[in-house]
């Protein structure tokens, strides 16, 4: 039996007890990894034909999100029809195992916030494929980890086990682009597959339309003693949020837009080289009418068909941020819309009659200033007088020489000085 444990502190006696025993191999490590978990249970004989799978990939997911995992089991239906499921976090073998579903039932930890649910896959004559899925909601940080599951049956040989490989899950309180990881399996180098997508951020506004970009190299056939072609058409998926993630959207699958992007999403391709047997293609996502929910990281996936296998690759995401365009922080907005507002622009087209009428109105109206402006001018001068007469500015009498005024006002003053007295 192979006990694996990473309580350092212990191992020097555990040790020294496992070397009297001679029953117990003990292994220590710094830190515990997928690879250092053994099953520990008693495997069957081959003819009871068991097979324990469960994806060995890390999955993410944020604080108060839902994960799943997936453990498929195959075996003869005639050794047992209710095989008993155990699910734990961290290696089964370790002493920091912990219990998280066991049966029908999640342990006190889950309790209320774990379900395991099963699904006939297949069942070809005498064997029956089934998964079983361990569901856990309301995560918290501390659920990160490695889950496991171990299957269990009784046959009237004994009772056999089979454990799968572990799938880690890493739980954040906000979800970045670089936790984001590829699941798939990616081609071998001699397919030459490659995808690049700009992981940048792009700022468009509601009822605006967002790009996106995912372009894709591969080569058409490669020889390695033989000629082995790959599909013409690769397979393109677009989510919304992490690939790896049990929150992701897929927007767009193939050739058609899910059901909540329908009408309003769009794939197009376009050919950027060839060269030899390495062919490149741009695959570009578009989404109109965009609404502040579709605010998020989006990312393409690329799935191919050689005689080998399916393989896939993923782009490292770009980040859409839908805003208001009335809100006072809006200052920019995205290339795309400026062109297809300036594309959709039409002037209105003016008579030549208006255009006449205008000219004459705004002459006339100058005309008019200047009139105005001038009489103005007339009016201050004529009435500018001497200090002497401001008592009669305002009494209309008749203008006359300045001349004749003058002598007009000193006969009137010498004949005052010069006129005698006249006495009594």
């Known amino acids: 039996m192979c006990l694996t444990t990473t309580m350092g502190l212990q191992c020097p006696t555990l040790l020294h007890h496992a070397a009297i025993l001679g029953l117990i191999t003990l292994l220590c490590h710094e830190t515990l990894e997928q690879e250092h978990c053994g099953c520990m249970e008693k495997y069957p004989p081959s003819s009871v034909n068991l097979s324990v799978s469960q994806q060995t990939t890390t999955i993410i997911d944020i604080v108060n999100g839902r994960a799943e995992f997936h453990c498929d089991v195959s075996m003869k239906s005639s050794y047992t029809d209710n095989p008993i499921v155990y699910w734990y976090k961290h290696c089964p073998n370790s002493f920091t195992g912990k219990t998280v579903f066991s049966g029908k039932s999640a342990s006190v930890e889950y309790i209320n916030r774990a379900n395991q649910t099963v699904h006939e896959i297949q069942e070809h004559s005498n064997l029956r494929r089934r998964r079983f899925t361990l569901e856990i909601f309301q995560l918290n940080v501390n659920d990160s980890g490695d889950y496991f599951c171990v299957i269990k049956i009784r046959t009237r040989h004994g009772a056999y086990a089979g454990c799968g490989g572990g799938t880690r899950l890493e739980v954040f309180e906000t979800l970045e682009l670089e936790h984001c990881v590829c699941m798939e399996i990616t081609p071998p180098s001699s397919v030459n597959l490659s995808v690049s997508q700009p992981t ?111 393989y896939a690759d993923c782009g490292g995401g770009t980040r859409l941020e839908v805003v208001d365009q009335f809100t006072e922080e809006t200052t920019t907005i995205s290339s795309s819309n400026i062109k297809d507002k300036a594309s959709t622009f039409k002037p209105t087209p003016i008579s030549p009659f208006l255009v006449f009428i205008g000219f004459i109105l705004g002459l006339a109206g100058v005309i008019a200033l200047i009139s105005i402006f001038r009489g103005l001018l007339l009016i201050i001068k004529n009435w500018k007088l001497d200090p002497y007469h401001k008592n009669q500015a305002a009494i209309n009498t008749p203008r006359t020489c300045p001349a004749f005024q003058m002598s007009s006002e000193e006969g009137i003053y010498s004949d005052v000085i010069m006129r005698p007295r006249m006495s009594r």
């Not at 998926?237 to 992701?248: A, I």
């Not at 329908?262 to 741009?282: D, F, G, K, P, W």
């Open 200 to 310: 940048t951020t792009t700022t468009a506004i509601v009822n605006g339309r967002a790009e996106f970009h995912c372009d894709v190299s591969m080569k058409s056939s490669y020889t390695d003693n033989h000629i082995v072609d790959i599909a013409d058409d690769p397979i393109v998926y677009w989510y919304k949020h992490c690939p790896n993630s049990f929150t992701r959207k897929t927007v767009f699958s193939g050739k058609s837009a899910s059901e909540e992007y329908i009408n309003r999403a769009n794939q197009t391709v376009h050919e950027i080289q060839e060269h030899s047997n390495l062919r490149r293609r741009r695959f570009t996502l578009e989404i109109f009418q965009l609404n502040l929910n579709d605010s998020g990281d989006y990312f393409c996936v690329i799935k191919i068909r050689t005689s080998q296998g399916t």
